[in-house]
């Protein structure tokens, strides 16, 4: 009987229970256990982090029939069982109740539950009464998922309270070193890494396996589990869409694959975007679905980034997380938006995008960012300008552009108006899924924009407060046409003027280039 895809399960006992299709991990988790006591993992969201947590709750309690035929099914003790203290933060309603008051919730339910009375204490105190009570059943196993949830909800809206909920935080997980001999495991897991800025400094004796290369596949896809996993569904699939399985698995793997959580380490994929996309057999972008979240298009649109990869990072810029000064590459990588790609001698990353899903996603939610529109606006606008830019018409492309300037408050761009009309040139074009370079580098200087389309070849040079002469002009004394003519198709010449008065383009100018 074919196994159900786990379409949006997060519970290992309703998984294995129900028949679905689980992916065997339990060798890097009885790795884990057996080599150490205090642990932490971040992962992008969507990657699996809740479904080890309940993984390890089950492993802990005993409950062996849920493990039949898995790997860590004869490597286990049975007879030996821990009561588990289990909390997950994106269950309690901090946003609504304020953190204190949610985690206090929180505990009073758990001795309501145990049929104690509640201490009338603090929230620490009364985590630490908690863990004692478990203790007497045996050494607690504490698992904590997505810790930092009460901190990245307010980035880029509430600093003041994002500093506040770490601070309560760091005391709250203090608790745990302050009772180290009545535990057995403590596993966290989030997406952001603040070991090193307050939020662990009461628990400084964390493992981070978040960048290890022996845990590198622990959470997602790789190949091989896809190809020994999901063979079913693939021939099937294939066989739908009308491609041999070669051609399809490139392109799954184009979609899909690419994140890679150790310079050595082997790709994978995100494993809720492929069981959706073996549910629907389409490939469309799953990950836009969940939602990009509103802090990180924030802070990139304040810093003016929109076209960051690849880019060459040092460790230390993407190993941990500062609220105090937001590290836009770093905070991009833990949220699964970049990946690494290789590694140089110099000890620096090349950050790039991991798939197209992911790609895409960010492109359309950066233009839709820049451009203030609302959700979903972005994909007609797009359409319009494509069309109109293969047939030539650069005089409908300009009056559309200038109406959406027009409906961009001046705020966002009075601090980079240049950067910021260059910004959305290049997440249009690039967001068309047309060949787009910024600033690209020739032997005489660098070109704004070069924009290939089927038919046409654009070179766009952009002006602020000059003339589209000046612009063409440029195009011209550096040649930078000649870079391009092995592509044998026509070049174009466009030059843009942008006025900082009336914030919008004020002039433009399209000349033909030579050619040879």
């Known amino acids: 009987m074919a196994q159900k895809l786990p379409l949006g399960l997060q519970d290992f006992r309703e998984i294995i229970s129900g028949g679905y299709k689980y992916i065997d991990k339990t060798r890097y988790i009885h790795q884990m256990c057996s080599s150490g006591k205090y642990y932490f993992l971040s992962r992008p969201r ?6 080890t947590v309940s993984t390890l709750h089950e492993l802990y309690s005993g ?72 203790a007497k059943d045996g050494k607690v196993v504490v698992l904590i998922d997505e ?81 020994e996993h999901f063979s079913a569904e693939i021939e099937a699939t294939a066989a739908f869409m009308d491609l041999s399985v070669p051609v399809f698995l490139d392109e799954v793997r184009k979609w899909y694959n690419g994140y890679r959580f150790h310079e050595k380490a082997e790709t994978v994929y995100n494993p809720v975007s492929i069981n959706l996309f073996f549910d629907t057999k389409e490939f469309k972008n799953f990950w836009f679905q969940t939602g990009t979240p509103l802090f990180l298009i924030n802070l990139l649109r304040k810093e003016g980034l929109y076209d960051f990869t690849p880019s060459l990072q040092p460790q230390r810029s993407f190993d941990t997380f500062n609220l105090e000064s937001i590290n836009p590459y770093g905070l991009l990588f833990q949220t699964g938006y970049l990946t690494i790609h290789s590694h140089t001698p110099f000890g620096l990353y090349e950050l790039d995008y991991p798939n197209y899903e992911v790609e895409s996603s960010m492109k359309e939610n950066l233009f839709e960012a820049f451009l203030n529109m609302r959700d979903g606006q972005a994909v007609p606008v797009v359409y ?7 047939k030539r018409q650069v005089d409908q492309v300009i009056k559309q552009l200038q109406g959406l300037f027009k409906t961009v408050p001046f705020q966002l761009h009075e601090q980079y108006p240049e950067k910021f009309f260059h910004a959305v040139v290049h997440l249009l074009f690039s967001y068309m899924g047309l060949t787009v370079k910024s600033e690209v580098c020739t032997s005489d200087g660098r070109i704004d924009a070069v924009v290939e389309t089927p038919s046409w070849i654009y070179m766009i040079e952009f002006k602020l407060d000059e003339s589209v002469e000046a612009a063409l002009a440029q195009i011209h004394k550096k040649e930078y046409y000649q870079a391009y003519w092995l592509k044998d198709k026509p070049i174009l010449g466009l030059g843009i003027n942008f006025s900082s008065e009336s914030k919008n383009i004020s002039d433009w100018k399209l000349e033909e280039m030579p050619s040879i």
């Open 46 to 51: 969507r990657f699996g982090k809740s479904m």
């Open 63 to 134: 409950s062996r029939d849920l493990f039949k035929g898995l790997w860590i099914e004869d490597q286990w003790d049975w007879d030996k069982r821990n009561p588990v203290l289990r909390f997950n933060f994106t269950g309690i309603d901090f946003p609504e109740l304020g953190l204190k008051s949610a985690l206090e919730l929180q505990l009073n339910a758990r001795f309501k539950a145990l049929g104690l009375s509640t201490p009338k204490t603090g929230i620490s105190a009364k985590f630490e009464h908690l863990i004692n009570h478990y």
């Open 147 to 227: 810790y930092d949830a009460p901190i990245t909800h307010y980035l880029g809206v509430d600093i003041k309270t994002a500093l506040a909920n770490r601070d309560l935080l760091r005391d709250f997980f203090a608790v745990l070193k302050n009772n180290d001999a009545l535990l057995e495991l403590v596993f966290l897991t989030g997406i952001s890494r603040f070991s090193k800025v307050g939020v662990f400094s009461g628990l400084n004796n964390l493992t981070d396996l978040s960048m290890r290369l022996d845990y590198a596949p622990m959470l997602g896809y790789t190949q091989v589990e896809l190809l």
């Open 384 to 390: 319009k300008l494509e069309t109109l830019l293969e």
